[in-house]
């Protein structure tokens, strides 16, 4: 018997009513080893398809049960017997699935289960990479390959920077430039979500694009102004003002570029253009460009203008100008925009032709009103790609201030809502995002469940002691767990796969792991400060925090004194909710090294001490992080391996050299490893060796220092395989709790 998970477009039901079987790629299909599939299991084929906004509604998942021998190497012959559920992504696509197909029964996905594991900032990225190399192409920068296919448009991608992928994913969310949060605000970040004010009647010449460079500059300059704009504000450069008046005054139809000449000859201006020139790599032009370029074809009715774009292109003065122009228009459009202008551009022959080829506007057909992916102007809040919260960050309410602490960090979201109760998800793997969404924390243990729809806790068969005692204890009240902890399905089946085990470092039960067998049967003797997984299918790369706004403010002040308590507490704050667990000396380094690189001083007893402060400060208020024997964790965040081997170490041999180091991993992380190994290879406990433990991590073992430390990372695997079968023994202590 084998189980099946695929993905199908709900159009081919129809084959089922009528036929009453499909034939479904093995791309678009895989076998799942549990009762019911996790959430990578869904995951993972969502990888492998690119759903448009709206396509999600017509894209259903099938849990499938074969007895019958079937073959890899063809296409799978499915029955409408076999399948044992229909999935919808979201309960709005359930519904409208049932009106159409009213005969089929759907299931569906938990709520905010797409945003919980930032779903739609996985497809932003992907239109955004296919969207920069249709730019190059339309823009005779970049050859098209052979044959146009998604995999071939990513594989042609250029890189983009952190900076433009934050811009595109606040705009999707309609966030206002101006309420950007210091780890968010970067310039290109706030050219991409820049909405002009139409209440200061800039002119609709190219001299308004020069105010509009004026207003960003203001938000980039004053770090911590998350007020709407106003030209009334003490700290508003009316210097600056006043000279763009008097250009614009004295030559109001100058053209875009002479504009930039005439501002580099003025002081205030001048200002400027230095530091956009610093900012992006001696290519300032970039941002008026970009925001001629992007008025022209952003909205309902605009679309691709071939000419008019190529004709603005030609003004830049050499090819890496071109280019990124390219790449940032491009990934701000999407490929969804770009796909007819680029087919066109081909000459693909079932196209039809367009009324203006210049412009692209539909002809007959009528098949260019499809609206763009990224367009704010027009998003669609019933999509699960929508914004987290519309009513905040409604268009048009410029009066409200929001907290600027309220970022996107990095594309993480905020909390997502407890999943509601379905019957084909597997929740017993299943942890909701806990504080932001990390999309790789899955396949874990939750703490709480419920059973005839009236909650308990689990009782208490792990012994913990003062030093982390946040998730269980004796007089611990039920609401001190967390909500999204909650099982909310019928009972717990008594064969569960519990994936992940609460453990604590309580250094004084050390011994005990030696002699865990005589343990009573509900007890556990750990050494670990926060959960880890054990049931991890993959290992994927180390995730760093982006740094670029902390370092673009550097550029510009070149004082670390300058830089305010709040944003360097912001930094820290997302290196520590990026990379946790990590060495308090890890984030005194990194840090070291972007004030290194941009030539500012960091002394060791001003700004380290300063940066010293700030880490324990950031720690104290903090209650869901937590330090212990020289790493800091977040506690509610599993612990999962995670590779270090990373394809874009960004020219950073100092800091891949220190993620490679033993000394460098925590006992946690080393654990999950551990279970990792041996879950995806099935062997016995005693199969794994240091070596499956240096290949997961791609840790240095040459050197005095590197054998000392693997040295710790073979206790702690003695420590681990003295400790029962965590999962066995789990299943039996809540099986005994249930005949009690």
């Not at 992006?280 to 679309?303: E, T, V």
């Not at 509601?420 to 703490?447: H, K, W």
């Not at 790369?541 to 308590?565: F, G, K, V, W």
Request: some cysteine.
């Amino acid at each position: 018997m084998s189980r099946i998970l695929a993905i199908m477009d709900s159009s081919w039901l129809y084959r089922f009513k009528i036929l009453g079987s499909v034939i479904i790629p093995w791309s678009d299909a895989l076998e799942f080893s549990d009762t019911l599939p996790v959430p990578e299991d869904y995951l993972e084929l969502l990888k492998s398809i690119s759903i448009p906004r709206r396509g999600y509604i017509t894209k259903i998942f099938l849990i499938i049960n074969i007895t019958r021998a079937y073959s890899y190497d063809e296409s799978l012959d499915v029955s409408i017997s076999e399948v044992e559920f229909l999935v919808a992504m979201d309960e709005v696509a359930q519904d409208k699935l049932g009106q159409k197909w009213p005969e089929f029964h759907f299931e569906v996905l938990p709520k905010n289960f797409l945003k919980g594991q930032n779903y739609e900032f996985q497809v932003l990225d992907r239109q955004a990479r296919m969207g920069a190399a249709a730019a190059l192409i339309l823009l005779g920068i970049a050859p098209a390959p052979d044959c146009i296919t998604e995999q071939a448009l990513l594989d042609m991608a250029p890189d983009i920077s952190d900076s433009v992928m934050m811009g595109i994913r606040l705009h999707s969310l309609k966030r206002h430039y101006y309420t950007t949060g210091y780890n968010e605000r970067t310039l290109m970040s706030l050219v991409i979500s820049y909405v002009r004010d139409s209440s200061f009647g800039y002119p609709e010449t190219d001299a308004g694009f020069c105010f509009d460079i004026m207003d960003i500059f203001h938000y980039l300059v004053n770090r911590g102004d998350i007020t709407p704009p106003s030209h009334d504000k003490a700290s508003f450069n009316t210097v600056i003002l006043n000279e763009l008046r008097e250009l614009q005054k004295s030559a109001p139809d100058m053209a875009i570029l002479d504009l930039i000449g005439a501002m580099e000859k003025l002081p205030g201006c001048q200002r400027i253009i230095n530091v956009f020139s610093n900012l992006s790599d001696n290519m300032p032009l970039i941002p008026f460009f970009y925001l001629k370029a992007i008025s022209q074809i952003r909205g309902k009715k605009k679309r691709w203008n071939q000419k008019f774009i190529t004709g603005l292109a030609t003004w830049l003065s050499n090819d890496r100008e071109k280019e990124c122009f390219a790449t940032i228009l491009g990934a701000a459009m999407g490929f969804e925009k770009l796909s007819l202008p680029l087919y066109r551009f081909l000459s693909v022959s079932i196209i039809s032709d367009c009324e203006d080829p210049n412009t692209c506007i539909a002809g007959s057909t009528g098949k260019l009103e499809d609206e763009n992916f990224l367009n704010v102007d027009d998003f669609d809040h019933d999509s699960p790609l929508a914004a987290a919260n519309p009513e905040e960050s409604s268009a048009g309410d410029s009066t409200a201030a929001p907290d600027q602490t309220g970022s996107v960090k990095d594309g993480r979201t905020a909390s997502a809502d407890n999943p509601d109760a379905c019957s084909f998800l597997d929740y017993r793997n299943y942890s909701q995002t806990m504080e932001d969404g990390n999309p790789e924390l899955l396949n874990v243990f939750s703490i709480r469940f419920s059973e005839n729809d009236q909650e308990f806790d689990l009782p208490e068969f792990i012994n913990t002691d003062d030093t982390f005692n946040a998730f269980m204890s004796d007089d611990e009240e039920p609401d001190a767990f967390s909500d999204d902890r909650t099982f909310r399905g019928g009972s717990f089946p008594e064969e569960a796969p519990v994936s992940a085990a609460i453990l604590d470092i309580g250094s004084s039960r050390k011994e005990n792991l030696k002699n865990a067998e005589e343990a009573p049967e509900d007890r556990f003797a750990v050494m670990f400060p926060v959960p880890f997984v054990t049931g991890q299918k993959s290992v994927p790369p180390y995730c760093r925090a982006s740094m670029d706004a902390l370092s673009q403010a550097l550029q510009i002040t070149h004082n670390m004194s300058e830089i305010s308590d709040a944003e360097l507490r912001d930094s820290v704050l997302s290196l520590i909710e990026t990379e946790a667990p990590v060495r308090r000396e890890f984030l005194l380094a990194r840090l070291r090294l972007i004030a290194r690189r941009n030539k500012t001083p960091f002394r060791k007893g001003q700004e380290e001490l300063k940066i010293q402060n700030l880490i324990s400060q950031v720690i104290s208020e903090n209650g869901y992080i937590t330090d212990s024997e020289g790493f800091i964790y977040r506690r509610k965040q599993f612990v999962h391996a995670r590779s270090r081997n990373l394809a874009d170490s960004r020219g950073d041999s100092t800091v891949s050299d220190y993620l490679r180091s033993p000394e460098n991993i925590s006992r946690a992380e080393i654990a999950a490893a551990y279970y990792a190994a041996k879950s995806s290879g099935n062997l016995l406990i005693n199969d794994i060796t240091i070596q499956d433990i240096i290949d997961i991590f791609h840790l240095k073992s040459r050197g005095e220092k590197a054998q000392e430390n693997l040295k710790r990372i073979q206790e702690v695997m003695e420590a681990l395989a003295a400790i029962p079968d965590i999962k066995k023994a789990l299943q039996e202590h809540y099986a005994a709790h249930r005949e009690k």
